[in-house]
Antibody, heavy 115, light 112 residues
Framework: QVTLKESGPGILQPSQTLSLTCTFS??????????VGWIRQPSGKGLEWLAN???????YYNPSLKNRLTISKDTSNNQAFLKITNVDTADTATYYC???????WGQGVMVTVSS | DVVMTQTPPSLSVAIGQSVSISCKSS???????????LHWLLQSPGQSPKLLIY???NLGSGVPDRFSGTGSQKDFTLKISRVEAEDLGVYYC?????????FGAGTKLELK
């Protein structure tokens, strides 16, 4: 059974760094072809892909945010991470992690950027 | 980036009615391996998205066969036969052929 769950700070101030963790089970990021992606959704709006990380540590970032994003993984602990630097109110959203292929998603974690 | 255009933005339906949602891409979604990485997701109210259909026409795990996907190249359609209450929510198409993955703006399916 594949599950994913996101965790994060809930609220942070502008200019801070947002750190998100995706803890998953039912698959391994050391398995050929596996990957985890991060997607976000501002309240009442659509979905925006942010970044992917693959089993071979290949990483891909949304060009519109590339300079602010860092994705990484801890294969031993079945976790993937996303950092977003210099956050702004525009980064307020629900953040999801999902297995690439988009067949399994986490429940999402709400992040609010506010002074 | 590939632009995914979904129509209509919203649909009001009665239970038991059949509906179709269109998704058009700004570029062909056929990848170099010959496959077309166009998927459909449903986000029920208050829930995370769920995969309905992958690679144009393949049903996701546990998805009822009331859902079907068709299309090719740049033009795709999701059809729901005999809508049930559990089908309400926002439907998204997403392409994973071209970098970066891009989503349609969504089609909200509501009860009439």
């Amino acid at each position: 059974q594949v599950t994913l769950k996101e965790s994060g700070p809930g609220i942070l101030q502008p200019s801070q760094t947002l750190s998100l963790t995706c803890t998953f089970s039912g698959f391994s990021l050391s398995t050929y072809g596996m990957g985890v992606g991060w997607i976000r959704q501002p309240s009442g709006k659509g979905l925006e892909w942010l970044a992917n990380i693959w089993w071979d540590d290949d990483k891909y970032y949304n060009p519109s945010l590339k300079n602010r994003l860092t994705i990484s993984k801890d294969t031993s602990n079945n976790q993937a991470f996303l950092k977003i630097t210099n956050v702004d109110t525009a980064d307020t959203a629900t953040y999801y992690c999902a297995r690439i292929g988009w067949d399994y998603w986490g429940q999402g974690v709400m992040v609010t950027v506010s002074s | 980036d590939v632009v995914m255009t979904q129509t209509p933005p919203s649909l009001s339906v009665a239970i038991g009615q059949s509906v179709s949602i269109s998704c058009k891409s700004s570029q062909s979604l056929v990848y170099s391996d010959g496959k077309t990485y166009l998927h459909w997701l449903l986000q029920s109210p208050g829930q995370s998205p769920k995969l309905l259909i992958y690679q144009v026409s393949n049903l996701g795990s546990g998805v009822p066969d009331r859902f079907s996907g068709t299309g090719s190249q740049k033009d795709f359609t999701l059809k729901i036969s005999r809508v049930e209450a559990e089908d309400l929510g926002v439907y998204y198409c997403v392409q994973a052929t071209h970098f970066p993955d891009t989503f349609g703006a969504g089609t909200k399916l509501e009860l009439k």
